[in-house]
């Protein structure tokens, strides 16, 4: 049987061959009795200069029934230096693991800005666009089930009722979401003609 660290090192492995760099590790004590912590991969100029990128791992240490093929890991990528917006992906896996799903279209709540370079408090879970499928689905760290590595997308607080209104399909594909831009214009309802 593998242990959380064995599970880690794989994860990482995979992770440090698809970034091409390894990561800044940052660990985060549990807030569930009787579960490893949490960590976050943060990678510096990923996937281009300026951005970064965190990848959390504790999630998929978890199970809920709605993970019947692979447990999520979180992945935010965004035209930021500010290592806030990694840490962040972390704090929210190990506040809300076990409580949420993380599925593509699930709106969470940070409740606080996430940086202070951004009134942004909010995110939204779907694919991860800066991996290719066979990168981010069904990787195998030796656990009861493979892992995927959903996307984690920041937002505004006052979008997450907009997302409700228009889907996410419509959110996603509105001119004025940029998905790594963390200072965009607020997507409101009327800007698109919606």
């Known amino acids: 049987m593998t242990t959380s660290e064995d599970r880690l090192s794989r994860f990482q492995d995979h992770l440090t061959l698809v970034l ?80 949420r799903a993380f599925s593509y279209g699930e709106v969470i709540d940070f409740h606080q800005h996430v940086s202070e370079e951004s009134a942004m408090s909010a995110f939204f879970v779907f694919a991860p666009a800066i991996l290719e499928r066979t990168s981010y689905a069904g990787i195998d760290v030796g656990g009861e089930q493979p892992i995927d590595i959903a996307g984690l997308y920041p937002i505004y607080d006052s979008e997450r009722a907009i997302i409700g209104q228009l889907g996410l399909e419509t959110f996603w594909n509105h001119p004025d979401f940029d998905l790594y831009d963390v200072q965009r214009r607020v997507v409101q309802l009327g800007n698109d003609g919606n």
């Open 20 to 99: 091409e760099q390894e990561p800044e590790i940052f660990e985060f004590d549990s807030t569930l009795p009787g579960l490893p912590g949490v960590v976050c991969l943060v990678y510096r100029e990923v996937p281009e200069p300026g951005m970064i990128t965190g990848v959390t791992f504790g999630l998929s240490e978890v199970s809920r029934p709605e993970w019947l093929h692979a447990r999520p890991e979180l992945l935010i990528a965004v035209d930021s230096a500010d290592i806030a917006w990694a840490l962040a992906a972390a704090e929210a896996v190990n506040h809300l693991r076990g409580k």
